[in-house]
């Protein structure tokens, strides 16, 4: 046995991995701007039956209520780059695209929430694909 030690080399993150990387911290981001947007109307900052928990519909209160604990937590999770941050983060899109995709006679429409979560998605799969098939490659 030697009693060398043998110098290690820093691992340099590939292009993919970067990339994956700031994908998810953008979207880090954006959960916290859309937590922040359901707190206020749940605090009621603006006037409007939509704009107050008391005053809003049961459906609303619902959605609302999940939206504003779990987009946070998504952030949170998707800055530390953790794996469960994909997966809160996931929950949160379903939901808005349930309610903003199927139900926009309740909730309004909102195609730039559809197609920011859409985007996310894609590119998510697509750097998730590369990045196996890189590793894939780079063990043979």
Same mark, same amino acid.
């Given at each position: 046995?030697?009693?060398? /030690?043998? @110098? $290690?080399?820093?691992? $340099? @993150?590939?292009?993919?991995?970067? +990339?994956?990387?700031?994908l998810l $911290?953008? =979207? =880090?981001?954006?959960c916290l701007v859309l937590g922040t947007a359901y %707190?206020?109307? &749940?605090? !009621?900052?603006? @006037?409007?039956?939509e704009w107050r928990f008391d005053l809003? @519909?049961?459906y %609303?209160?619902? +959605?609302? /209520?999940s939206l504003a604990v779990l987009f946070p937590f998504a952030a949170v999770g998707l800055w530390m780059l +953790?794996? %469960? !941050?994909? /997966? /809160?983060?996931? &929950?949160? =899109?379903?939901?808005?695209?349930?309610m903003y995709g199927f139900f926009p006679n309740l909730y309004g429409k909102q195609p730039l929430i559809l197609v920011l979560h859409a985007t996310v998605a894609v +590119?998510?799969?697509?750097?998730?694909?590369?990045?196996y098939l890189e590793?894939? $490659?780079?063990?043979h």
């Open positions: 046995m030697s009693d060398e /030690v043998a @110098p $290690r080399l820093p691992i $340099r @993150p590939s292009a993919y991995e970067y +990339a994956l990387d700031l $911290r953008a =979207a =880090a981001l954006s %707190w206020v109307r &749940l605090l !009621g900052f603006f @006037p409007g039956a809003m @519909p049961l %609303w209160q619902a +959605a609302a /209520v +953790a794996s %469960w !941050g994909p /997966v /809160v983060w996931f &929950l949160c =899109a379903a939901m808005e695209v349930g +590119a998510y799969a697509i750097l998730r694909i590369l990045l590793r894939r $490659r780079s063990a």
